[in-house]
């Protein structure tokens, strides 16, 4: 129904920036919220950021005031700029969207992309 495909990810040095793109297309009638999740080795996976279709945002605390989530709805794509990286950034980030089908039997739909991988290391 809904595909998603990000890109953004890779090896940085701590104190360095990356910028996460997540685009989904298929059966979208409205996406309601588009979010990032991120699993570290050994760890569940957590929350880092959501944003809704009115534009109200959500941060883990760990990354308040060094990470921000947008959204294009023209292009059903959202981001998550990182900055001030730290090691403890270091996991496999996926992004989440949900919201209506366009095809009213599908129902809603609660999609996930494959995952990036974004290591923070000197």
């Known amino acids: 129904q809904v595909q998603l495909v990000e890109s953004g990810g890779g090896l940085v040095q701590p104190g360095g920036s990356l910028r996460l793109s997540c685009a989904a297309s298929?059966?979208?009638?409205?996406?309601?919220?588009m979010a990032w999740y991120r699993q570290a080795p050994g760890k569940q996976r957590e929350l880092v950021a959501a944003?809704?279709?009115?534009?109200?945002?959500n941060y883990a605390d760990s990354v308040k005031g060094r990470f921000t989530i947008s959204r294009d709805n023209a292009k059903n794509t959202v981001y998550l700029q990182m900055t001030s990286l730290k090691p403890e950034d270091t996991a496999v980030y996926y992004c989440?969207?949900?919201?209506?089908?366009?095809?009213?039997?599908?129902?809603?739909?609660?999609?996930w992309g494959q995952g990036t991988q974004v290591t923070v290391s000197s």
């Open positions: 989440n969207v949900n919201g209506p089908s366009s095809i009213r039997s599908y129902g809603y739909f609660d999609s």
């Open positions: 298929g059966t979208i009638a409205r996406i309601n919220v």
């Open positions: 944003i809704t279709n009115g534009d109200v945002t």
